[in-house]
């Protein structure tokens, strides 16, 4: 079984310019996960996705983030214009529906590098 | 606020030795505690979890203790192998229900080192 795709792997861009990250699930999860790894941190919860509606945003700085799930599968997670401070790995999980209480377990992708320079 | 961390950063061993990493939490409440592993490049994997009624639970050469009176749970590394070298987090979800669930507080990480 095919774990989370996510892609691009790496990324560098300048400050002020816009970068996006692609997050393809686990089939059958319905809920998404983005997370934000700085270096030496554990993983930060950025907004959370039951099928297309994102249910838990509050960590996102909507300022310059921005994510869709627009058919409930993939996911796209936007940063517009990105800062210096954005420098990090950026790791989407999934999980399905109702396995476990109290926590569905998450399955995590590889991450996308992003630096920022 | 709720905090999840670890005493130490790092762990360097030798193949075959147990390893212990330790993780302090600070939410008297909290109920349900994860250890995950994180190679480098990859996302984290789930070990194993414990609940707050165990005091210790037992995998395939690892096993997590609680101790709900210190707020501090371990996990433990039976003959500790060169695959077993990463990052190590415990993660604790807030409770179930409401826009929280499903939502994990890691703690900072230490790095085990497993030398041949």
């Known amino acids: 079984e095919a774990g989370v795709v996510q892609s691009p792997r790496y990324k560098i861009i300048e400050k002020k310019q816009p970068v996006a990250f692609w997050c393809n699930p686990i089939?059958?999860?319905?809920?998404l996960y983005w997370y934000r790894q700085n270096l030496g941190q554990g993983p930060e919860l950025l907004i959370r996705y039951e099928n297309e509606e994102a249910v838990d945003d509050s960590q996102l700085p909507k300022d310059r983030f921005s994510a869709e799930r627009l058919k409930g599968v993939d996911s796209t997670l936007k940063i517009q214009p990105a800062e210096l401070g954005d420098s990090a790995v950026y790791l989407c999980?999934?999980?399905?529906?109702?396995?476990?209480?109290?926590?569905?377990?998450?399955?995590f992708g590889p991450g996308t590098r992003l630096t920022v320079l | 606020g709720e905090s999840v961390g670890l005493h130490l950063p790092t762990l360097s061993v030798q193949e075959g030795d147990n390893s212990i990493i330790n993780c302090a939490y600070s939410?008297?409440?909290?109920?349900?505690f994860i250890w995950y592993k994180q190679e480098s490049g990859k996302g984290p994997q789930f070990i194993i979890d414990i609940r707050s009624n165990m005091d210790k639970r037992q995998g395939q050469r690892v096993t997590v203790l609680l101790n709900k009176t210190v707020k501090h749970l371990s996990l433990q590394i039976a003959a500790t192998q060169p695959g077993d070298s990463a990052v190590y987090f415990c993660?604790?979800?807030?409770?179930?229900?409401?826009?929280?669930?499903?939502?994990?507080?890691f703690g900072q990480g230490t790095i085990l080192t497993v030398h041949p």
């Open positions: 939410n008297s409440a909290s109920d349900y």
């Open positions: 089939s059958g999860h319905n809920t």
């Open positions: 993660a604790h979800p807030p409770d179930a229900g409401g826009t929280s669930y499903g939502k994990l507080t």
């Open positions: 999980a999934s999980s399905a529906p109702g396995a476990g209480w109290p926590y569905n377990e998450q399955f």
